[in-house]
Structures are given as structure tokens and as C-alpha cells.
């Protein structure tokens, strides 16, 4: 059941004061629909004309340079729509997911999906569904992607919080514009099936499987002792029997590309053991609710996808 997504879709209904509206969803990587699944579900439930249209984004190198323009389109399947055909329609909302516009080391927009320039281009209003689940941490709200939404869900009363003073400062009020429904990523756990692909059958076997998962921040703290906590924990669980999926971030090869290009050969070294290792699986896919469906057990960096696991109900252990 989409239970945050379900009173997400309710608010937005309410704010309009009907459901004769139409939103565009605006994801950029598939790896983060989850933000904005449920209540893209929920809306299209409820007779809201919606639409999913992810939308390019650049791929950064050193020094804040462009590498290359990418998209994840294909990932979404059936649902996807062209983004060149947002000129052509009519909507009330846009739906974004990311914050940092230009402001960002590893993965950028493109000026035409700037908040302001949707704004402008489309005459809508913006809703913002965060992809990160950030807890005290008001850097995050402080982007210039957030300045001129018209509304934004957040995890918490402390997230909206901080979210209100944090823009006061900045001369922007979003008193009454902001809500605390809780993140649509923890609805995933009604999503989940042990859907095993072919491919990962034979190393899996009849093992129960742990789930080891990395996240930016603490990898960047000190990528060279993550590698090998990482590299311990995949080799104690196969010694006890168990099969593990390594699912680094969908975006940890470009950020050591373009933050830390001195660990790259220590990494892909690494990533070579691990795909070598006779029950180890590197999860390199953009669906994370696949690898929450089949594994038993996750051992993961603090990040958001520890609260979204701990809704399965199955046991989880925190890296230091």
C-alpha cells in the first residue's frame, strides 16, 4: 500500500481544490523514481492527469567540467514520456525530485529544467519531493533548485523546520507551503518481490542473501577503508554461507570520477574482486526495490536506504 504517497496525492488534491489537474513528473535517474512512484500512482489513481517524463541531465569530470549529456529514459519503461513534449502541453504542476540545479560535483541539469525556468516556460507551480532522506542536515534544502518551488513533502516536522528558518534567512517565507507526510521512498516495501534475474541464479543457489549497500557520503570520508570494510564484510558473509549483492550508489563511479579520480584504480580493482568472488553479485542496475526483494538481510553506510529497508521488517546492520 502507498501509504505516504496516498496522503501526498491528498494533499496536492486539496491544494487545487479538485482533481481536474494535470502534473508532470520529472525524474532524472531511475534509481530515484522511488521518491515520486507512489504518488504518481496515487494521483493517476485518484483520475489526475499524470505524466512521467524523465528529463537528461550532464554527467560531470574533474573540476566541474561536463563530461557527457545522459538519460535514463529507457529505465522507466512503459510509463516514460519525451520531455520535448512538455512544450506542447498544458500543465498546473511539475513535479521535481533534485534541488541542485548547476550547484552539483557529479550530476547537473540543463538550464531548460531549472525551477525558474520551468516556472516560466510553463506557467505551472513546482512541487518538490526530495530524493535523499536528510534528517538535520539543512545544506540540503539550501539549493538554489528549491528557492522558487511552490511546495515541498518532507520527511519530518524537523525537516520542514529547518527547511522554513533555513530559507527565512534568505528572505524567502514558505510558511504554509511545506509538509511533513513522510518520505514516498518508504512506501517501496510494498513493492518488493524476490524476483531473481538468470543471470544471478547460479551465484545466488540455495544461500540466503545479504545485501551490502554503499552511500556517498561516508565512502567520500575515506574511500580507501570503505573499499576494504566492504571487502570484509562481502568475504565474512560467504564464509558463513551466505550469498551477497554489492550495490554501490548509482552514482559512486562518476563521483570518484569526478571528485576523486586518485582512488579509480583502487576501486575498479576492487569491483573486479568482488565480480570475481563465486557468490558475490555487483548490483550495478538502476532498481534497488530487485535487490530489496531478494535479499535477506542488508548491511549498508548510514544513508536513506537504511529507513526504506527497515520498513521490510528484515534485519539490518549499520557500517561505522
Given at each position: 500500500m502507498n501509504e505516504i504517497g496516498r496522503k501526498i496525492a491528498d494533499k496536492i488534491i486539496e491544494l487545487h481544490g479538485s482533481t481536474e489537474f494535470s502534473v508532470a513528473f520529472l525524474p532524472y535517474k531511475r534509481s530515484m523514481w522511488n521518491s515520486m512512484e507512489s504518488v504518481y500512482e496515487e494521483l493517476k489513481a485518484s483520475g489526475v492527469e499524470v505524466h512521467c517524463m524523465p528529463i537528461p541531465y550532464l554527467r560531470m569530470k574533474e573540476n566541474k567540467k561536463p563530461d557527457y549529456l545522459d538519460t535514463d529514459f529507457f529505465l522507466f519503461g512503459d510509463i516514460a514520456e519525451h520531455y520535448e513534449d512538455l512544450d506542447g502541453m498544458n500543465i498546473d504542476y511539475a513535479c521535481i525530485h533534485y534541488q541542485y540545479e548547476d550547484h552539483n560535483k557529479v550530476t547537473n541539469m540543463i538550464p531548460k529544467f531549472f525551477t525558474k525556468e520551468i516556472k516560466e516556460r510553463y506557467s505551472c507551480k513546482i512541487i518538490f519531493l526530495p530524493y535523499g532522506i536528510y534528517g538535520n542536515q539543512q545544506r540540503y534544502s539550501l539549493q538554489p533548485g528549491c528557492r522558487d518551488i511552490d511546495y515541498a513533502f518532507l520527511e519530518s516536522e524537523d525537516a520542514v523546520n529547518l527547511f522554513i528558518t533555513g530559507w527565512q534567512t534568505q528572505g524567502v517565507d514558505f510558511t504554509g507551503r511545506v509538509f511533513s507526510y513522510g518520505s514516498p521512498k518508504l512506501d517501496i516495501a510494498g513493492k518488493l518481490k524476490k524476483d531473481v534475474p538468470e543471470e544471478w541464479a547460479d551465484k545466488i543457489g540455495n544461500r540466503s542473501?545479504?545485501?551490502?549497500?554503499?552511500?556517498?557520503?561516508?565512502?567520500?570520508?575515506?574511500?580507501?577503508?570503505?573499499?576494504?570494510?566492504?571487502?570484509?564484510?562481502?568475504?565474512?558473509?560467504?564464509?558463513?554461507?551466505?550469498?551477497?549483492?554489492?550495490?554501490?550508489?548509482?552514482?559512486?563511479?562518476?563521483?570518484?570520477?569526478?571528485?576523486?579520480?586518485?582512488?579509480?584504480?583502487?576501486?575498479?580493482?576492487?569491483?573486479?574482486?568482488?565480480?570475481?568472488?563465486?557468490?558475490?553479485?555487483?548490483?550495478?542496475?538502476?532498481?534497488?526495490?530487485?535487490?530489496?526483494?531478494?535479499?535477506?538481510?542488508?548491511?549498508?553506510?548510514?544513508?536513506?536506504?537504511?529507513?526504506?529497508?527497515?520498513?521490510?521488517?528484515?534485519?539490518?546492520?549499520?557500517?561505522?
Amino acid at each position: 500500500m502507498n501509504e505516504i504517497g496516498r496522503k501526498i496525492a491528498d494533499k496536492i488534491i486539496e491544494l487545487h481544490g479538485s482533481t481536474e489537474f494535470s502534473v508532470a513528473f520529472l525524474p532524472y535517474k531511475r534509481s530515484m523514481w522511488n521518491s515520486m512512484e507512489s504518488v504518481y500512482e496515487e494521483l493517476k489513481a485518484s483520475g489526475v492527469e499524470v505524466h512521467c517524463m524523465p528529463i537528461p541531465y550532464l554527467r560531470m569530470k574533474e573540476n566541474k567540467k561536463p563530461d557527457y549529456l545522459d538519460t535514463d529514459f529507457f529505465l522507466f519503461g512503459d510509463i516514460a514520456e519525451h520531455y520535448e513534449d512538455l512544450d506542447g502541453m498544458n500543465i498546473d504542476y511539475a513535479c521535481i525530485h533534485y534541488q541542485y540545479e548547476d550547484h552539483n560535483k557529479v550530476t547537473n541539469m540543463i538550464p531548460k529544467f531549472f525551477t525558474k525556468e520551468i516556472k516560466e516556460r510553463y506557467s505551472c507551480k513546482i512541487i518538490f519531493l526530495p530524493y535523499g532522506i536528510y534528517g538535520n542536515q539543512q545544506r540540503y534544502s539550501l539549493q538554489p533548485g528549491c528557492r522558487d518551488i511552490d511546495y515541498a513533502f518532507l520527511e519530518s516536522e524537523d525537516a520542514v523546520n529547518l527547511f522554513i528558518t533555513g530559507w527565512q534567512t534568505q528572505g524567502v517565507d514558505f510558511t504554509g507551503r511545506v509538509f511533513s507526510y513522510g518520505s514516498p521512498k518508504l512506501d517501496i516495501a510494498g513493492k518488493l518481490k524476490k524476483d531473481v534475474p538468470e543471470e544471478w541464479a547460479d551465484k545466488i543457489g540455495n544461500r540466503s542473501v545479504t545485501l551490502i549497500c554503499n552511500s556517498l557520503g561516508p565512502f567520500l570520508g575515506d574511500p580507501r577503508r570503505k573499499i576494504e570494510l566492504y571487502r570484509y564484510h562481502i568475504m565474512n558473509e560467504i564464509g558463513i554461507g551466505r550469498a551477497v549483492i554489492f550495490r554501490p550508489h548509482p552514482l559512486l563511479a562518476q563521483t570518484i570520477k569526478s571528485m576523486r579520480p586518485d582512488i579509480s584504480d583502487c576501486y575498479l580493482k576492487f569491483i573486479l574482486w568482488a565480480d570475481g568472488m563465486d557468490h558475490c553479485i555487483v548490483d550495478r542496475s538502476e532498481y534497488l526495490e530487485r535487490a530489496f526483494g531478494i535479499a535477506d538481510r542488508m548491511i549498508s553506510d548510514a544513508s536513506s536506504v537504511v529507513p526504506m529497508w527497515q520498513g521490510t521488517g528484515k534485519p539490518v546492520e549499520v557500517m561505522g
